[in-house]
């Protein structure tokens, strides 16, 4: 399978703790996205990696949020100090380079914060 | 008010109806247009883009009225298998970069 691959699938913690996702994107795609989804909403943009370099950063992504991408392939978002307003399905995707390039998404993770 | 507005739905047809989804967007600046669809509980799939001419793709229509800032998709024929929640998204990305913006997603049930 040559697709996305988002892990883990699910992550249920408690206020207060961090919380690590990892995102391996197609092999030959150099663009890297992450989007975060609530329930009844469409995805909403974070953040983007050209290769390794993170070029553009939304307003929603607050200081506890961090993302890296460091070897230009794989990407993690990790989330400090977690609150229940970050319960959410964290979507990776990944596209090549153009202007009409479609976006890949993987299957995403879920993370519950009780 | 949000920058991509669609109708959430749900639409019920029966198998065979043609459904119609507009999708209006606010900001002009938008570069590109897009059809994603998301069966329940997937990620976002691409279904078609949206071209200035209108373009179509077997029983899929989409239409861009860059003047009203609107676009739509037409299914002909619908399949049960189109079942699904169907999002309007603008790109308002530069330099070839999408920065895509979703809608919130209308919802279809097409039924026997």
């Known amino acids: 399978d040559t697709g996305v691959s988002q892990n883990p699938r699910h992550k249920i913690t408690k206020r207060g703790q961090n919380v690590t996702f990892r995102c391996d994107p197609i092999?030959?795609?150099?663009?890297l996205y992450w989007y975060r989804q609530t329930l009844g909403q469409g995805p909403e943009f974070l953040t983007y990696?050209?290769?390794?370099?993170?070029?553009?950063k939304s307003r929603l992504l607050s200081d506890r949020f961090s993302a890296e991408r460091p070897k230009g392939s794989f990407s993690t978002l990790e989330i400090q100090r977690t609150e229940q307003g970050d319960s959410a399905m964290y979507l990776c995707?990944?596209?090549?380079?153009?202007?009409?390039?479609?976006?890949?998404f993987g299957n995403g993770t879920r993370l519950t914060v009780t | 008010r949000k920058e991509v507005e669609q109708d959430p739905g749900p639409f019920n047809v029966p198998e065979g109806a043609t459904v119609a989804f507009n999708c209006t967007y606010s900001?002009?600046?938008?570069?590109?247009f897009f059809w994603y669809r998301q069966d329940c509980r997937k990620e976002p799939k691409l279904l078609m883009s949206?071209?200035?001419s209108g373009n179509e793709d077997g029983r899929f229509t989409a239409q861009l009225n860059r003047a009203s800032q609107y676009i739509s998709l037409l299914i002909r024929d619908s399949k049960l298998s189109d079942s699904a929640t169907y999002l309007c998204?603008?790109?308002?990305?530069?330099?070839?970069?999408?920065?895509?913006?979703f809608g919130t997603g209308t919802r279809l049930l097409v039924s026997p």
């Open positions: 998204v603008v790109n308002r990305g530069n330099t070839g970069f999408q920065k895509l913006v």
């Open positions: 995707a990944s596209s090549s380079t153009g202007a009409r390039s479609p976006l890949h």
């Open positions: 092999s030959e795609h150099n663009r």
């Open positions: 900001n002009s600046a938008s570069q590109s």
């Open positions: 990696f050209q290769n390794e370099a993170q070029l553009e």
């Open positions: 949206v071209y200035s």
